[in-house]
């Protein structure tokens, strides 16, 4: 069956510095890869999707890269903020069906 | 636009008793999804509708979980009995394709099952 890992529960970081976030998946080959973002007692929101055909998507501070071959991906925050500061989740997903999320990485950035 | 509405937001109940959770997604939307998530895990897929037919429900213990999706628009989520395990938060999300594949999620509904 599909497994999706996210490294690490947790993930400190110093204000300033780039966090990066990485999500591997097995047994299966996702057309597009979508990112959210989950604060405490809230829903997960939607940051960036990226489809299998591209290497690297970014939007402000965030870059996510995705490798068919390795089955991986991988999230970037430049800049890091306090602000920055939750629970991130990835969705590999072979199409509009069946939206299934990683473990996710919860992120601290310590001013 | 409004968002997904979810209630009740918290609920307590005890074991082996029942307990039903609604959604109103976002209007529009075809797709509608049932998450349960549980402290430090990440969102499971529960139940997905297309319109007011499920596309998977793999995941979900039907001895004890239903789901239905009367009209194609709002949704309910039972449980019963209810077991200890069950305590989690309960998550409903929809989507079209409108939207492209992101998906809008409610607050949730804190169960604690004593």
């Known amino acids: 069956s599909q497994k999706i890992e996210q490294n690490s529960e947790a993930l400190n970081i110093q204000e300033g510095k780039t966090a990066t976030l990485t999500c591997n998946y097995t047994n299966y080959s996702p057309a597009y890869l979508q990112w959210y973002r989950q604060d405490p007692g809230r829903g997960p929101v939607f940051l960036l999707l990226i489809r299998e055909n591209e290497k690297e998507k970014r939007k402000e501070r965030l870059k996510v890269t995705f490798d068919t071959t390795l089955k991986q991906s991988l999230f970037h925050i430049t800049a890091s903020q306090p602000a920055d500061s939750a629970t991130y989740l990835c969705?590999?997903?072979?199409?509009?069906?069946?939206?299934?999320f990683g473990t996710g990485t919860r992120l601290t950035v310590i001013p | 636009e409004a968002g997904v509405a979810q209630s009740p937001r918290y609920k307590i109940i005890e074991k082996r008793q029942s307990v039903a959770f609604w959604c109103n997604p976002i209007s529009g939307h075809a797709t509608l999804y049932w998450y349960q998530q549980i402290l430090g895990q990440g969102p499971k897929l529960l139940i997905q509708?297309?319109?007011?037919?499920?596309?998977?429900d793999s995941q979900l213990p039907k001895d004890r979980f239903s789901a239905e999706r009367l009209k194609g628009v709002d949704s309910t989520l039972k449980i019963q009995p209810a077991k200890l395990e069950d305590s989690a938060v309960y998550l409903c999300?929809?989507?079209?394709?409108?939207?492209?594949?992101?998906?809008?999620f409610g607050q949730g509904t804190r169960l604690t099952v004593v």
């Open positions: 969705a590999p997903n072979r199409g509009a069906n069946n939206l299934f």
């Open positions: 509708f297309q319109n007011n037919g499920v596309v998977d």
């Open positions: 999300a929809s989507s079209s394709k409108g939207t492209g594949l992101q998906a809008f």
